[in-house]
Every structure is written in structure tokens, then in C-alpha cells.
């Protein structure tokens, strides 16, 4: 429904027919995005909407990552209908070992019931649990019988500062986004008060600091001899003079006490870590930030986003990464990210793109690099039918990133199997989109060689089955009723359907409409009038001359 919407918005579009069963299993409700069409939406009911005898798993509450020695809670929800009085086994399996079960008694003929189970994280590494219900006869779907998922047992969360110039709304946004990660923990400090110390910290995020009356130069430098990488926030509160000073990558100097409002565009050539298709998108929907006027110098960094101010794309730096020793630095310069977030929500009704932004910056900045010159960057899990996308680094021997080498890389299965892959280069770095799997653990070993050195990285990810579409078997029709009724339509049935097809071809409010261009041209520019001219008075006086007319 939103690809019609941005496909034909402003055009001549009469009527959209939706078939369906009324089911919707992810994202924001069917209904709200049909009435911002703006026009009738008829649909067509398909689906059974009688009740059968079945036992399904309708939802599990999990956290995706754990920490060693932790215990931790899964919370499963089931359903039955038509299935009172019968009794069933809930078993959770640890990859493929039964490790808890429990026994259900049915009571009713809709019947819901949470049930709940708690695990430990006894070893480091990525587990695959299942949640599985027993048989109890006569069902119509033991799919829904059945939910798999992945959880990753690591050794400590990760650590993140946040110093802020003063209160500010971006301070809040990226405490909520870092807060919904269960694998980080963030403490505040605000610039009057901020005596946090480097010692286990993973990223110190500078919001409109350093400013002119906290100069803490001496502080982030502490921060950078212990290998801690730093986000910088550039607001107004920035004093672009000491940020100079500080080696964030970026120069910015002329400045007048101005901001320019920018809309970020997206540098094709980035490699560092991927931006989803749908953010990509949506990056052009959102509130312009508050950057400053003045003169931008990148001092040999990797530019994520690029600045367009009102109409006019620039080549001046919005986001951009690099390193210093071995802390990572990025810089986003702009304010106004909290904006994003209420954007997103408007028009999305989640705030899940303006969250991954932040995730991805987040993500990258605070991952410890291993050592090794060749590193490689994927997202630990994914959903069946997503598509995994790599990135990749490769350095020399003095640290200086090089692309010439191919990357080769082998993708292999929990029973053995290889799929091999070669990255394909961008300006400095390497991206491999490797398509989808099925659902699984995988490991991966990617190697290069580097003149007489071969270099080599690995690791694992996971794929959750999609299993979304079995937790549910009636259709919903009152759904497309009220989709139809609300936007001045219909809905149909298979059995009706020659009635429909009358219906949209004889409504009265559908109209071709006829465009006509007019142009306006002086005579004097049409040349072949000015040589036809010349040719027939040549014409004329020959034909007068060999009459004697003269």
C-alpha cells in the first residue's frame, strides 16, 4: 500500500483492488495506510474464517542477546480453539536437547495461556532454542506447533558515555534508541558534572561538546589513549574552534554563528557498514538537521552522508568515520535527530528506520576490532527471507586501507556445506550482498592475499524462520470491510466477483483526463521560415529576370 502511494501519488489513479485475507502479521495497520491513498480501495475476501480444532504458539517474548552466568526468561504465549478438555506438552529445547517442559490442560474452546520458562546462559556463543507443543490430535496446522529462535550468550554488555554541553532533545532520542538494546548500558553526565573514567568504557558520545566554557580536550584524549571510540554531536553549543583542535577527521572553519539546514544524502561509495534500503529511502522524508555554515575539510575520512541544502546536493560532510590509534571516531554534524524519531513514527506509526540510524553509528563505533587487518562486518542475526549483507576492510602492513586484493569468502552451513562468494570493491573498502538462507546458524571465513601474506577473518550469524504467517488460520474479513467502507468502496467475494469487475469499470467517478501542452515560440527562431523565405524571392527574381520583367 505505501509503494502505491509513492508510485501514483499526483496521478490519475482511480481505484486500487486489494486481495487478501485480512491477516497482518508485522508493521503498521493495513487500515491507516489505506485511507492515506486518498481513493477507493475495494477488496476482494479470500481465506476461511471458520474456527478449527488447533494449537498454536501466538507470541514469545525473548531477549536476543544474554550475558554469561545470567539466567533468562522466555515468555510463550499459546492459543486453542476448539480443542476443550484436551491436554498438551509445552517442551523448550536447547539446541535439539530437551531441556524443561511443562504440562497445559485446555479448559475452554478459546483458550490463551502464557506460560513461562527460564534458561541459563551457561556457555559463550549463539543457541539455537525451540519452543514446541505436542500433537493433540485432529488439527488443522501443526506448523504453528513449532517456533525456533536464536539467542547470542556473550561476556559483557557494552559500555557508553554520554556527556552532554546541556539538556537537549537528542540526548533523550539516543538514550531511548541505546536503552532498547539489551546489549549496551549508557551513563549521562552533563558537561558541569562529567567525571567518568575510560576504564571498560566502549564509546564516549560528545553532544555539543566541547564548548566554550567546558573545554575538555584533556578528557577525550584520555579517552583516546585508552582505545575508547568517540561520537561527536556538533550542535550549537560546539566550539568549533577546540573541536578543530581534537583530530575528529573533519575541519570546519569560516564559520559565521549560522546553521544551515541540511537534508542528508546517502554516499554510494561508503563501505564501512550498510544503511537498509528502506532507511535509505526514508532519509529524504525527514526533518533537515541544524549544521553549521562555514567551511568543511575532511581530513581523510570515510563519508557516510553528504549534505544537501535546500535544493543544491554538496560534497560537504554530514556523518563521517575514521580512526585515531586505536579508537574509532565518527562525527555527525547536524542536531536534530530527535526530530527523526517523530517523523518516523508519523509516518510509519514505529520508529524502527530512525533506530536502526542510530543502532548502525552505535554498532560500529563500539565493537572492539579484533586484531587483524582484514575485518569483516555483518549483523549477528536476521529473519528468513532478509537479504545478508557483508562489509569489509582490508589493511596494509602500516595500517593504510587497500582494496586491490580480491576478498574471498566461504559461507558454511551447520552440516558442512560451502557457499563461496568474492566481494565486490567500493572506493576503499568491500561490500558482498550474499542473498537469503534458510533459516540456521552459519559461520563464514573470509581471506585475502596481500602481496606475500594471507590474511583471514571469521565468524557466525543466525536465521530465525519467519514463521509470522502460521500463528494465525481465520481470516480476518471485518478488516477489508472497514478498509473498503472507509474509503468509499466495496468488498467482494470470489463467488461475487463478476460484480465487482462491473462495479469499478461503470463507476461514475473514474475519468480519463487529457493533458495539453501549449508552446510558445517567436517566428523569428524558426530558421527553415527565414531560408523558404529567402529561397522564393530567389525564385521570383530569376523567374521575373528571364521574363524581362526588369
Do not use: C
Amino acid at each position: 500500500v505505501n509503494e502505491l502511494k509513492d508510485r501514483y501519488e499526483n496521478r490519475n489513479l482511480g481505484a486500487v483492488l486489494l486481495i487478501s485475507d485480512g491477516l497482518y502479521n508485522r508493521g503498521s495497520n493495513p487500515l491507516t495506510d489505506a485511507r492515506d491513498l486518498k481513493l477507493p480501495v475495494f477488496t476482494l475476501a479470500v481465506g476461511d474464517t471458520n474456527t478449527h480444532r488447533d494449537l498454536a504458539i501466538r507470541d514469545i517474548k525473548h531477549n536476543n542477546e544474554v550475558y554469561l552466568g545470567n539466567a533468562f526468561p522466555l515468555e510463550v504465549t499459546i492459543k486453542a480453539s476448539q480443542a476443550a478438555g484436551s491436554k498438551t506438552m509445552i517442551r523448550l529445547f536447547e539446541n535439539d536437547k530437551e531441556i524443561q517442559r511443562k504440562e497445559v490442560l485446555i479448559g475452554r474452546s478459546n483458550f490463551i495461556q502464557t506460560i513461562n520458562f527460564v534458561a541459563e546462559a551457561r556457555e559463550k556463543g549463539i543457541f539455537n532454542y525451540s519452543i514446541r507443543l505436542d500433537d493433540i490430535g485432529g488439527e488443522a496446522n501443526l506448523n504453528n506447533n513449532r517456533r525456533d529462535l536464536f539467542i547470542e550468550v556473550k561476556e559483557r554488555k557494552i559500555k557508553i558515555v554520554l556527556a552532554t554541553a546541556g539538556p537537549h532533545p537528542d540526548v533523550s532520542a539516543i538514550k531511548q534508541v541505546v536503552e532498547q538494546n539489551q546489549g549496551y548500558e549508557i551513563e549521562i553526565y552533563t558537561a558541569d558534572r562529567f567525571n567518568a573514567v575510560p576504564t571498560d568504557k566502549d564509546l564516549l558520545i560528545l553532544h555539543g561538546l566541547p564548548s566554550q566554557r567546558y573545554q575538555i580536550n584533556s578528557t577525550v584524549n584520555n579517552f583516546k589513549k585508552a582505545g575508547v571510540s568517540i561520537l561527536y554531536i556538533i550542535s550549537n553549543s560546539t566550539s568549533l574552534s577546540e573541536f578543530n583542535k581534537l583530530e575528529a577527521g573533519l575541519t570546519i572553519t569560516d564559520y559565521r554563528n549560522l546553521n544551515n539546514e541540511v537534508i542528508p544524502i546517502v554516499n554510494t561509495g561508503f563501505g564501512l557498514f550498510n544503511f537498509s534500503e528502506e532507511l535509505k529511502k526514508s532519509l529524504a522524508q525527514m526533518p533537515p538537521l541544524l549544521s553549521p555554515f562555514g567551511s568543511y575539510r575532511n581530513n581523510g575520512s570515510e563519508v557516510a552522508l553528504q549534505q544537501q541544502i535546500g535544493s543544491v546536493k554538496t560534497s560537504q560532510p554530514l556523518l563521517l568515520f575514521s580512526h585515531n590509534g586505536d579508537s574509532k571516531i565518527g562525527v555527525l554534524a547536524g542536531e536534530g535527530y530527535w526530530r527523526w524519531r517523530l517523523r518516523d513514527y508519523a509516518i510509519n506509526q514505529n520508529q524502527e528506520l530512525s533506530n536502526e540510524f542510530m543502532q548502525k553509528i552505535l554498532q560500529y563505533l563500539s565493537v572492539k576490532e579484533k586484531e587483524g587487518r582484514l575485518k569483516i562486518r555483518v549483523r549477528n542475526s536476521f529473519v528468513e527471507g532478509e537479504e545478508i549483507q557483508f562489509s569489509a576492510e582490508l589493511y596494509n602492513a602500516s595500517f593504510e586501507m587497500v582494496n586491490e586484493p580480491d576478498v574471498q569468502m566461504d559461507i558454511t552451513t551447520k552440516d558442512g556445506k560451502k557457499y563461496p562468494f568474492v566481494f565486490s570493491r567500493t572506493d576503499k573498502a568491500y561490500l558482498l550482498n550474499a542473498g537469503n538462507f534458510p533459516p540456521g546458524i552459519y559461520s563464514y571465513r573470509a581471506v585475502a592475499t596481500l602481496g606475500s601474506e594471507t590474511l583471514s577473518a571469521s565468524g557466525q550469524f543466525t536465521i530465525s524462520p519467519g514463521q509470522l504467517e502460521f500463528a494465525e488460520n481465520n481470516a480476518d474479513h471485518s478488516l477489508l470491510y472497514t478498509i473498503s467502507n472507509e474509503t468509499g468502496a466495496e468488498m467482494f467475494y470470489p463467488s461475487t466477483f463478476s460484480q465487482l469487475k462491473d462495479k469499478m469499470l461503470n463507476d461514475d467517478r473514474y475519468h480519463s483526463v487529457s493533458f495539453i501542452n501549449k508552446k510558445l515560440e517567436d517566428l523569428v527562431r524558426l530558421k527553415w521560415i527565414f531560408f523558404l523565405i529567402i529561397f522564393m524571392i530567389s525564385v521570383e527574381w530569376f523567374l521575373r529576370k528571364r521574363a524581362g520583367a526588369y
